[in-house]
């Protein structure tokens, strides 16, 4: 069971502007970084975001991040085939002393 | 370059024991926190222990403490993680990851895996 709740699926048309949540508590997202991480399939994650809304080199800035409170949101703009993919985020939580991930979102560009 | 190579995964039996290693390059290893993470077949991430740069602080997910450690070799550039009392819940492939940045330690560049089979 994930401390970071995501929605398990979301969907949009090419073009389009999605974003994917993930919900935590003030011992994890309300108090640290959020991170966000890309996953195709039979490949190891990417990351996306970290810092909550920082973009590492190469990311296209199609992908933006956000934090308020105890959420956090990744958002996607402009939607591609290629989006259409698996999405998780993390947190460190310093009640458990670890990182936590949500149980990630499958994106669908239909 | 970043570079991560796992090794040392394979097929184990239920209360056996198994070493990962984890070879890193392109960066200055000792200056990163490094971090194991797993996934489980068709499941989802699971982090499961990090390491400071100098190896004097670790954390461990509850489900693998006291069964797992974590370790490193700073002059090899390599991680480690000695697992033992393995059940089959620890199927999974594991994944080395380097943090983001020196300041920031949360997992930031992934090596490609290494799978590890837990039955009888």
């Known amino acids: 069971q994930s401390v970071l709740t995501q929605p398990p699926s979301a969907s949009g048309t090419p073009g389009q502007r999605v974003t994917i949540s993930c919900s935590g508590s003030?011992?994890?997202?309300?108090?640290?970084?959020v991170y966000w991480y890309q996953q195709l399939p039979g490949t190891a994650p990417k990351l996306l975001i970290y810092?909550?809304?920082q973009r590492p080199s190469g990311v296209p800035d199609r992908f933006s991040g956000s934090k308020s409170g105890t959420s956090a949101s990744l958002a996607i703009s402009g939607l591609r085939s290629e989006d259409d993919t698996d999405y998780y985020c993390?947190?460190?939580?310093?009640?458990?002393?670890?990182?936590?991930f949500g149980g990630g979102t499958k994106l669908t560009v239909l | 370059e970043v570079q991560l190579v796992e090794s040392g995964g394979g097929l184990v039996q239920p209360g056996g024991s198994l070493r990962l290693s984890c070879a890193a390059s392109?960066?200055?290893?000792?200056?990163?926190?490094m971090h194991w993470v797993r996934q489980g077949p068709s499941k989802g991430l699971m982090w499961v222990s990090r390491i400071n740069g100098d190896g004097s602080t670790t954390h461990y997910a509850d489900s693998v403490k006291g069964r797992f450690t974590i370790s490193r070799d700073n002059a090899r550039n390599t991680l480690y993680l000695q697992m033992s009392s393995l059940t089959v819940e620890d199927t999974a492939v594991y994944y080395c990851?380097?943090?983001?940045?020196?300041?920031?330690?949360?997992?930031?560049?992934w090596g490609q895996g290494t799978l590890v089979t837990v039955s009888s």
């Open positions: 392109g960066f200055t290893f000792s200056s990163y926190w």
């Open positions: 003030t011992s994890n997202i309300g108090s640290n970084n």
């Open positions: 990851v380097r943090a983001v940045a020196t300041a920031t330690r949360g997992p930031g560049y």
């Open positions: 993390a947190a460190w939580d310093d009640s458990l002393s670890g990182v936590i």
């Open positions: 810092s909550s809304n």
